[in-house]
């Protein structure tokens, strides 16, 4: 007479994940300045919109969403990046009925398939929490190049008028604000 | 008259001829995929059809693939143009086959070419016909969309332009290859360069793994960083005409050019993939673009200048891509720089 057996199998897993993603790009400052007075002009430009001096020639702004944006004033490199970390904590139970078996053959494949069941989930939601911390991350893109757009325009313009100082007698500068165009008319020797 | 070889043996020799004429497709595939019997060594008879196949192949080869045009290059130095067809530049160069033509053959015949093993690395000075062999063997395996056998090929600089970052990188010292041939193989082979570049940047455009296109378009800022640096050196760019080629291909019509960006980058994968792919697809743009800078030099040469006659003919090849055609490649690598 054949024997059967219930099998019931229960694992958990508890980690925790941590993603993130971002991206590097780089800023165009021209050279009517040193280099080292258009980090400054660059730099105070910055610190109007919120960003505070770091370690060297580092500006950095951490916004709501938790993106940071790090700008290296000196070489134009901006990074701009999002971490996130989460708790997991997945359990999985599953059961099964044999008969004419070792049971404990069957457990012990069994528990390795829920391990494994339990791995593939805990790899979908760490996935799944990258795609989140990715569509936050593009969400915040174009606010924060516009705003380094408008930094390096003001500061390209601040550089401006100060070269123009050097050249003569500065009579009129006329801004305007919709285009950022700067007009400065000198008076040389 | 009529030569008996062994069936083995003819066998060989047909393949050895699709190779050298480009042969079909699927029969290529064919023999690359499949593992061929031959004895270690091939007959007399079989060697001297073998040795006349790839003298009169590999002449026909390099005629066809853009050796026939006739144009003005510098020979031997810069000042010195010469004009007429490849063979008129060049009289005194003589393709010669040593050993490495008759190993790469048999070691494609008789392996399958599905396996990504590196075939016998060549001798410290390759003949000519060598590297045309190596490179026929090299466009043999990607028309048979073989390309794990490109590892096979990879030792050979030329082997690794034609396959335009989808083969196994391999660090070239291209000063030392340009000095041994290379540059009159890259002046006969440019219709054909040309060609498979194309191809490798409409493949980039259309793909959507950003890791797959990232890897390809970093081995293509490799292979073409090194190899304009030593073109750049020795005053001979035009070598590069292969890329203008391809880009002729590529935007066939400046004034409606396709897109030159790969726009449907999975949307699920990171920003970081997406960018660093991005970055990667600008290889073939931005060599478009420092093609097009460096046309101030032959713009700039004056009548009485010993560069003249080569500036000359270079602007005059300059013209069949346009400027028009060189903005719409500098804009691309603009937005490819752009987040």
């Given amino acids: 007479m054949s024997r059967c057996y219930r099998i019931s199998v229960s694992e958990s897993l508890a980690r925790h994940v941590h993603v993130d993603d971002g991206l590097q790009t780089k800023l165009e400052l021209l050279d009517i300045l040193p ?11 910055l610190a109007e ?10 500006w950095e702004k951490t ?19 999002l971490t996130e970390e989460a708790a997991l904590e997945l359990e999985r139970k599953r059961s099964t009925t044999v008969a004419d078996v070792d049971p404990r053959t069957v457990e012990e494949a069994l528990r390795k398939k829920v391990k494994q069941q339990l791995e593939e989930e805990a790899d979908v939601a760490t996935e799944a929490l990258r795609v989140e911390v990715t569509r936050k991350l593009e969400e915040a893109l174009s606010g924060v190049r516009k705003e380094l757009d408008d930094a390096v325009n003001r500061a390209t313009a601040d550089a401006l008028k100060e070269k123009a100082k050097s050249l003569g007698e500065v009579t009129e500068i006329t801004e305007d604000a919709e285009t950022g165009a700067v007009t400065i008319r000198v008076r040389v020797g | 008259m009529t030569l008996r070889v062994a069936r083995s043996e003819s066998h060989f020799l047909l393949f050895v001829r699709n190779v050298l004429r480009g042969g079909p497709q699927d029969q290529l595939f064919t023999h690359l995929a499949g593992k061929n019997p031959l004895y270690p060594r091939i007959g007399p008879t079989a060697m001297g059809i073998l040795q006349r196949s790839l003298a009169r192949g590999c002449v026909l080869a390099l005629a066809r693939h853009g050796g026939w045009r006739r144009e ?25 086959f040593r050993s490495w033509s008759y190993q790469i053959l048999v070691w494609s015949w008789t392996r399958p070419q599905t396996d990504a093993a590196p075939f016998p690395r060549p001798p410290t000075r390759p003949g000519l016909g060598d590297r ?3 490179f026929l063997v090299a466009r043999a395996l990607i028309e048979a969309r073989l390309p794990q056998g490109l590892a096979a090929v990879a030792h050979e600089p030329l082997a690794q332009l034609y396959a335009a970052g989808r083969a196994p990188l391999v660090d070239v010292d291209w000063p030392a290859w340009l000095d041994t041939g290379g540059d009159i193989l ?16 409409r493949w980039k455009l259309g793909h959507t793994e950003p890791l797959a296109l990232a890897e390809v378009g970093e ?32 935007v066939a019509d400046p004034a409606a050019p396709p897109v030159l960006e790969p726009v449907d980058l999975r949307a699920s994968s990171s920003l970081r993939d997406r960018m660093r792919a991005r970055a990667a697809c600008a290889a073939f743009t931005d060599a478009v673009t420092f093609l097009a800078d460096a046309m101030h030099g032959p713009r700039s040469t004056r009548f009485f200048d010993d560069t003249y006659d080569a500036a000359q003919a270079r602007l005059r090849r300059w013209e069949r891509f346009g400027d028009d055609r060189a903005r719409v490649f500098r804009d691309a690598s603009a937005r490819l720089a752009d987040i």
């Fill in chain 1, 35 to 45: 280099s080292e007075r258009m980090a400054e002009l660059l730099g105070a430009r």
């Fill in chain 1, 49 to 58: 919109r919120g960003y505070e001096a770091k370690e060297g020639s580092v």
């Fill in chain 1, 63 to 81: 916004l709501e969403s938790g993106v940071v944006v790090r700008v290296d004033v000196a070489t134009g490199t901006v990074d701009i990046s």
């Fill in chain 2, 72 to 96: 003005t290059r510098p020979v031997g130095d810069p000042e010195h143009a010469v004009d007429g067809r490849l063979w008129d530049r060049h009289p005194d160069v003589h393709l010669t």
């Fill in chain 2, 132 to 134: 045309l062999v190596a």
């Fill in chain 2, 186 to 201: 890259l002046e006969g082979l440019g219709e054909s360069l040309g060609r498979s570049w194309a191809e490798a940047e």
């Fill in chain 2, 219 to 250: 081995a293509q800022q490799a292979l073409l960083r090194g190899l304009l640096q030593a073109l750049e050196h020795r005053d001979r760019l035009d070598l590069a005409d292969f890329l203008l080629h391809a880009g002729q291909l590529v």
